[in-house]
């Protein structure tokens, strides 16, 4: 995969805009960079986290009643920190700050539990061609996949319910990347579509049904969509 940028963004939603904004930006301490709008209600506050984005997209109206995401939790590197600091954001989402270098944490990992481990190393391996660092591991530039557990992850269309949602991987071609995914057994969630002069887009799935962006932004490109 040709990576537009060397860092994984992890997108929620949530209902409770002013408590998120100040348990990211004061609690955890996450610069904010700016406001998306993405129609329908909603908006996007992205937080630079180590290279990687933080989306919290704020609903005005009510969340779908969607069943769990597989995203169980976020790891963020910190310098300096002497020991892993567990938090949990307003909803419930599970975030640590852990010390730089910690397991191989260099910038964030997202802690995945899964129905079926070895259909996951196949997919992170194969299918989005990540580097596997260990059991488990698996690595898009200096962001981490971690399959944090096996347990009943309920497969869902919805990717904008409650809690963790997404992931997103920056690419140079969105067409084509979307297309050798799906060519090496990924599933679509979304083809791609552009949004204005911003970002071309579409999403695939992995075997529980997370839904990973694939995001060609002309911002990091630096050509047209």
């Known amino acids: 995969m040709n990576l537009a940028k060397q860092h994984l963004d992890i997108g929620l939603f949530s209902t409770r805009r002013d408590e998120q904004l100040a348990f990211w930006q004061q609690t955890v301490g996450l610069p904010y960079d700016h406001m998306g709008k993405l129609g329908g209600g909603m908006q996007q506050h992205r937080?630079?986290?180590?290279?990687s984005?933080?989306?919290?997209?704020?609903?005005?109206?009510?969340?779908?009643?969607?069943?769990?995401?597989?995203?169980v939790g976020l790891e963020i590197a910190r310098d300096g920190l002497a020991a892993r600091q567990a938090l949990a954001d307003p909803d419930?989402?599970?975030?640590?700050l852990v010390p730089k270098g910690e397991h191989g944490v260099q910038g964030i990992a997202i802690l995945l539990e899964v129905n079926d481990p070895a259909e996951h190393d196949r997919f992170w391996t194969h299918a989005m061609q990540f580097e596997r660092t260990g059991d488990g591991r698996y690595r898009c530039g200096d962001s981490l996949v971690v399959i944090a557990g096996r347990g009943r992850v309920e497969r869902s269309n919805e990717w904008r319910g409650p809690g963790y949602r997404y992931m997103?991987?920056?690419?140079?071609?969105?067409?084509?990347?979307?297309?050798?995914?799906?060519?090496?057994?990924?599933?679509?969630?979304?083809?791609?579509?552009?949004?204005?002069?911003?970002?071309?887009?579409?999403?695939v799935c992995d075997p529980d049904g997370n839904h990973i962006e694939i995001s060609q932004r002309a911002s990091l490109t630096g050509g047209k969509l």
């Not at 984005?53 to 995203?71: E, Q, V, Y």
């Open 92 to 96: 419930g989402n599970k975030v640590t």
């Open 53 to 71: 984005i933080l989306k919290m997209n704020h609903s005005r109206g009510a969340l779908p009643d969607a069943p769990p995401s597989g995203i």
């Open 47 to 51: 937080h630079h986290m180590n290279g």
């Open 168 to 203: 997103t991987v920056q690419v140079w071609d969105c067409l084509h990347e979307y297309a050798g995914i799906l060519a090496r057994g990924g599933a679509s969630g979304g083809e791609p579509r552009v949004l204005g002069d911003t970002v071309r887009y579409a999403f």
